[in-house]
């Protein structure tokens, strides 16, 4: 009997619901059923294990939040560890299949990401968007103005992040503040970033607030923007310098002036407001 069949019966309906939910290195996959499923359909097999998952109803329709998912797991579902601190720096995608146990062909049932997680008691909510609201978002738009629009290490930019790393061993962590060694000289660490790999081998970000530097041996005191987990003294980061997104910064500190997506010269005086030019 084909999937189909099975989703229409009222009989023969043995559903099952497996989730698949990925970040950067990590995948983990659960099944709402009451055991254990491994899907022998892809080489090589993968299990889905167990859990407690309210995934209510899966709605398909031309109104993008009614297509929206909640999702009800239990305080400790791994996912809902993710977000327990910080929201991750990367997207956590879901993709939901469904399937019967006679059929045994998962079918994509509903696909997109994990916006965030709330806790109350013993359960939490995972809030999901769907992939089609991310393809309805308005692209980024170049404006005539004096600032750079473009991202940082970002294709306008044309820098290449890898020329501009520092790696630094982390001294002391107070709160949201870390110390580390000698940066590079003449470059401005505000507005940057640093990177290090979890224990999942995932890529964690924080950027940096502000900066302070001391001492002999030169100490740097760097101020993140949201806490963090999973990193230690005596760990190794590394550390990217920011962008004033002018044009004193972009050539005097990254010599990169010719790829300046701004208009440094746009005429002060507004000439729309009835006062004279001269």
Known sequence: MTYAAQETSIQDANPVELFTFTRDNSTWNYTSASADYTDTTVSPHVTYTSASID?????????????????????????????????????????????????????VAWMGRVLSCTTSGAETVIQCEPLTISLKRTGLRQLYQRSCPHVLYGAGCGLDK???????????????????????????????????????????????????TSGSPETNTLMLTQAFVGLATSDTITVYPGCAHNTTSCNDEFSNIINYGGWPYIPVKNIFVGNPVF
Not at 57 to 73: I, P
């Open 55 to 107: 995934a209510g109803n899966v709605e398909a329709s031309n109104e993008d939040l009614r297509n929206s998912l909640k999702l009800t797991v239990s305080r400790e579902f791994a996912i809902a560890e993710l977000f327990r601190v910080a929201a991750p720096t990367d997207v956590v995608a879901v993709t939901i299949r469904r399937l019967h146990r006679d059929d045994g062909t998962p079918v």
């Open 162 to 212: 890898a020329d501009w790393d520092t790696s630094a061993t982390v001294a002391t962590i107070s709160g949201l503040t870390i110390t580390v060694g000698a940066l590079m000289a003449g470059m401005s660490y505000g507005g940057g970033f640093i990177e290090w790999i979890d224990g999942n081998g995932n890529t964690e970000r924080r950027f940096i607030e502000s900066v302070s």
